[in-house]
């Protein structure tokens, strides 16, 4: 009985699927017909970074899809029917005026712990909608499971989870990539290699309002959702000659990691033929520049993928229920990844027993990782690898390092740091008290923080004897002459 239901389920989506295709004139790949022939998916469509001239289909492709109007009104019926695990709440506006809606689902929501914090983003691109549809998908199935299924309760108890399902609600009611100016918001934040972004005025509402979120909620890991092909795809999305070519950032083999449990956990994406298990460094598909996911690692502290979900951009909304089947896994796994790999911990200050706002490195890997200020938690997403040294250090502080061994659960490490001597931290604290801009203070303190109390010691030792000859050479010249001020500027020595 239900392989018939199932047999005739399928014929109905088949006959849809090919009647959609029939209707757009197109040999567009379906979603259908790649469930027939698994393998066949991935090569034939790339439309990334084709013009908008495709896009400016039918206005029946939206059919079946939310309004924005209706993606508001979905949101805030889940926030009413879901208000136990969920907060909504907005980060800012379109250029067009509407608000950008995010919902965090967690035990409780809006209120600061020491878990890690996940944040997903559909439609990017106005014109590639199906991660906005998965979003809601996503949300509600969490709702509906967190009493009775693991994964679901896992996230919710363990993670902060913030979905925005539409970045760019203007260019979606356009149907058009970029935003409401037409520019394309995955091309609009600063950029590592080249000077481009760099004037805050002149970025986009939307880019503003990212950036804005990232300065309040620390994120430890994240993913866009984009369509016109099937991978994820992780960082460098650039390269620094522009050249197409495997750019690798420091956290190469942890973001590989991220990027293969997405792709595996996925109905058919590691099966790609076009991507080796269905991921892709980013500049060795093609480098871009001004991207989200570069600027999310370097600037936010935060690990970003940005997926490919589906190789029709804007597939008829009779797919989502599959696409969200198909995704449904390797979304909950992504999330669940912050807290089923990695290491984990607090650090403390053995002075007081406070959190300290310390920082963690890894030896060998040039990333640090800022602990929480209210809580001195970290996460540090990291492959399971043999052995890792990981380091603790905190202005002030004397660092600390310790070597764990990584399989493929998650561990759990806190550090308790000694403060420096008492002498030594008013000095340090005079040091940054002092009028020099923000980042070189920063270094002079840890310089200093990291010198030994030994050559201290021996500078106190060295000026003591220099100001003791210098005295003696001033009685002396306070003798044969009348040349008073020497003898002043010996005591300021
Ligand atoms: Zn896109």
Redo the contacts with the bound molecule.
Sequence with gaps: MVMKMNLLFFLVLLASAISSSLAKGSLKQTLVASEVNKCSNASLARH?LEDESRAQTSVNLAQGYMSNTDLERAIKEFGQRCSNISRIYSIGKSVNGVPLWVIEISDKPGEEESEPAFKYIGN??GD?PVGRELLIFLANWLCDNHFKDPLAKLIVENVHLHLLPSMNPDGFSLRKRGNANNIDL?RDFPDQFFFINDDEDSRQPETRAIMNWLRDIRFTASATL???ALVANYPWDGSEDKRTKYYGCPDDDAFRFMASIYSHSHYNMSLSKEFLGGITNGAAWYPLYGGMQDWNYIHAGCFELTLEVSDDKWPGAAELPILWRYNKMSMLNLVASLVKTGVHGRIYSSGDGRPLPGSITVRGINYTVRAGKTFGDYHRLLAPRDKYEVVATMPGYKSKNTTIWLDEGPVTLDFVLDPEISVKWSVLQNVYACNCNGKSKQEFVQFLGGAHLEVYFALIVILGFLFLLLQRRAKVKCSTSRHLPVAKRTVEV
Aim: hydrophobic fraction near 25%; glycine fraction near 24%.
């Design positions: 990334l990017v691109h590639e995955n984009h369509g016109g």
